[in-house]
């Protein structure tokens, strides 16, 4: 079964810093890689997502992420952050026809 | 083109108490996902189901609970006789074709508290 690593749960910013998620994966077969975006109460939002192709994925809101078969991770990152980008972000994996999530990282940018 | 639809968006029951928590998936969607969020846990799969059949039921709970997605109306997740850790989001998703385009589009959660 896949499962999905993400540390650092609660990640504190000021606006116009550099933010990078750390995501590794574990999974057997050909994956698809995806990132997940939950602002405060509201449902869960795909920022990305990793089929194949140029590893390097660029997603909405400048977000972007990095495929890197070798080290099993799909790194989130975005150059310089703002107060909107307030959230939960969530690495998942698709095998089986389903997606595993990881626990999620708590992000608050202060203005 | 409305999204996930799920109702009720919080419910508050006693122990022992039934709880109905319902899913309409996106138009066109025939899979449906059910998703337990617990705070720091984030998402934990509970059941894939496709119209009339249940395709992936692993993480639901031996006991309580269960998932069916009839041929016509939503999804349902059902939970007899809840208890207080039955209290937590959960959140329905849908899909159109997970094996091509593997994405899940979500509801806004039923948000249970079990008193």
């Known amino acids: 079964a896949q499962s999905v690593s993400q540390h650092n749960h609660h990640v504190i910013l000021s606006e116009a810093a550099s933010l990078e998620l750390g995501c590794n994966y574990s999974y057997g077969g050909t994956v698809n890689l995806f990132w997940y975006v939950q602002y405060p109460g509201q449902h869960l939002q795909l920022l990305l997502k990793?089929?194949?192709?140029?590893?390097l994925v660029k997603g909405i809101k400048g977000f972007e992420a990095e495929f890197i078969k070798s080290k099993f991770s799909f790194n989130l990152r975005k150059p310089s952050v703002q107060w909107s980008d307030t959230a939960e972000y969530f690495c998942?994996?698709?095998?089986?026809?389903?997606?595993?999530f990881g626990k999620g990282n708590q992000v608050v940018v202060i203005p | 083109n409305a999204g996930v639809m799920q109702n009720p968006r919080h419910l508050v029951r006693r122990r022992g108490q039934e709880a109905r928590l319902r899913c309409s998936p996106m138009k066109g969607h025939s899979h449906v996902y059910w998703y337990r969020q617990l705070p720091e846990e984030g998402l934990k799969f509970m059941v894939y189901?496709?119209?009339?059949?249940?395709?992936?039921e692993s993480g639901m709970p031996k006991e309580r609970f269960s998932a069916e997605f009839p041929k016509e109306g939503p999804s349902i997740l059902r939970i007899q006789q809840v208890v207080r850790g039955d209290s937590a989001a959960y959140f329905c998703?849908?899909?159109?074709?997970?094996?091509?385009?593997?994405?899940?589009?979500f509801g806004e959660g039923s948000r249970l508290t079990v008193l």
């Open positions: 189901l496709q119209k009339e059949n249940i395709i992936d």
């Open positions: 998703a849908s899909s159109l074709n997970p094996a091509i385009t593997g994405e899940l589009f």
């Open positions: 990793y089929f194949s192709g140029d590893p």
């Open positions: 998942a994996v698709n095998g089986n026809n389903r997606l595993a």
